[in-house]
């Protein structure tokens, strides 16, 4: 009983590794399609994607500063298309290069002023919204801010475009080449 029991043991241990083997074949041998798992044969698979980010062009625009002789001039930046109206604006609040400044080329801006926003609230007006950081320009100066923000909008929107201001989201009263404050829009021609 003893030996059929070995026998018996080593012929279960010899089909089991038999059926453990490394197949010898030395070609892939074909499957019937009824045996390939559900969906892999589909002529349709989903196509996979990459998402990768666009590159990013950068247009020129014109912003203004201030000569020697305190008259708007225009200087050329580069910002990323398509060129919203903030970035311009943030572009030019960054002020005048080294080189511009060795030129005589100043700015009324202090560099703590920010744009908050600016953008088109209907046809042929834009609102610039800005820190309350501009509220503390006086004097000479404020009028000559005023006249480089405007100008520097006018250049992307159009001449007849009227700028209104406004500081942390409250309208502020600004002053023209004139002498006038202004509640409203202000034009580029306030400023010639």
Do not use: W
């Amino acid at each position: 009983m003893r030996r059929r029991a070995a026998a018996l043991g080593v012929l279960l241990v010899a089909v089991l590794a038999a059926g453990c083997a490394i197949p010898t074949q030395s070609a892939p041998s074909a499957m019937a399609p009824s045996k390939v798992p559900f969906g892999l044969l589909d002529p349709h698979l989903p196509a996979t994607t990459t998402t990768q980010p666009k590159p990013t062009s950068l247009v020129p625009v014109k912003v203004y500063f201030l000569n020697a002789s305190n008259q708007l001039t225009a200087r050329d930046r580069v910002v990323a298309a398509p060129a919203p109206l903030t970035a311009v604006i943030t572009s030019m609040l960054a002020g005048p290069t080294r080189t511009e400044t060795g030129q005589g080329i100043t700015t009324a801006i202090p560099s703590n002023v920010a744009v908050i926003s600016a953008a088109a609230q209907q046809e042929g007006i834009v609102t610039v919204n800005l820190n309350v950081a501009f509220d503390a320009i006086t004097g000479n100066s404020i009028e000559l801010a005023v006249g480089q923000i405007v100008a520097t909008v006018t250049a992307q929107t159009g001449y007849e475009t009227g700028v209104v201001f406004e500081v942390e989201g409250q309208r502020t009263s600004v002053p023209v080449a004139n002498g006038f404050t202004v509640n409203g829009p202000v034009y580029i021609l306030d400023f010639l």
